[in-house]
């Protein structure tokens, strides 16, 4: 598994001429890098008796992104195992109509999964500016900075995962399903924008 290897592994792999990893795992590693700062900023909060009125939203908070940044981590490799299975599919025999039409729907199933994991790179990368927001007041000043990183690689990380979920939806069939996961994909966005406008003025006004 990547996250288990050295990062210039990962970062060699991805240069290279390989199909994977490719824009929707390097996603989840970005997401995953901001909850990191979102965490620092946190952690240097929390224990310090200046901060002693507010330490159990900052705790909070933490818990949270610790939580999506597990999963953004987990999600860089998902991403790739996702897409060996589409690979499989795509190379599987095609000689007869029988053989024809089990590509076709292991294809449609395999595209179907590798549209949800970058959609589930847009759900927790809006958890993880949902949490840089509720810090971004009362965590120690001295890292505001940080939980800006964290906010940019948050919102950075939705919108490379938005690609990637909207390339496998121009391949997928089932009408309702692309409908919904537009529906879904246009809210997250929405949020993601909020949020992370919200955080970065905040930063701004302090520190440019």
């Known amino acids: 598994m ?7 592994v990962y970062l060699a792999d991805a240069a290279a001429n390989k199909p994977a990893p490719g824009g929707g795992s390097v996603s989840a590693l970005v997401g995953a890098l901001g909850a990191t700062m979102g965490q620092m900023a946190a952690n240097f909060t929390i224990g310090k008796k200046k901060f002693a009125d507010v ?17 953004l981590a987990r999600l860089v490799q998902a991403d790739v195992d996702e897409y060996s299975k589409y690979e499989a599919a795509r190379t599987m025999p095609k000689e007869t109509d029988e ?9 449609q199933e395999a595209t179907k999964l590798a549209m949800a994991v970058p959609l589930d790179v847009c759900r927790k990368a809006v958890d993880v500016l949902q949490a840089a927001a509720d810090i971004v007041d009362i965590s120690n000043p001295y890292l505001i900075t940080d939980v800006g990183v964290c906010a940019i690689c948050a919102f950075a990380g939705l919108k490379g995962a938005k690609y990637n979920v909207a390339i496998n939806l121009q391949s997928i069939k089932d009408e309702g399903l692309v409908a919904e996961v537009k529906g ?5 966005e929405a949020k993601a924008t909020e949020l992370h406008d919200l955080v970065v003025n905040k930063v701004d006004s302090k520190v440019l």
């Open 99 to 107: 053989e024809k039409a089990a590509r076709r729907a292991a294809m």
């Open 2 to 8: 990547y996250i288990e290897q050295p990062m210039n």
């Open 55 to 71: 330490e159990p939203q900052v705790k909070d908070a933490n818990d949270r992104l610790k939580a999506g940044g597990d999963e």
């Open 184 to 188: 879904e994909m246009a809210e997250l």
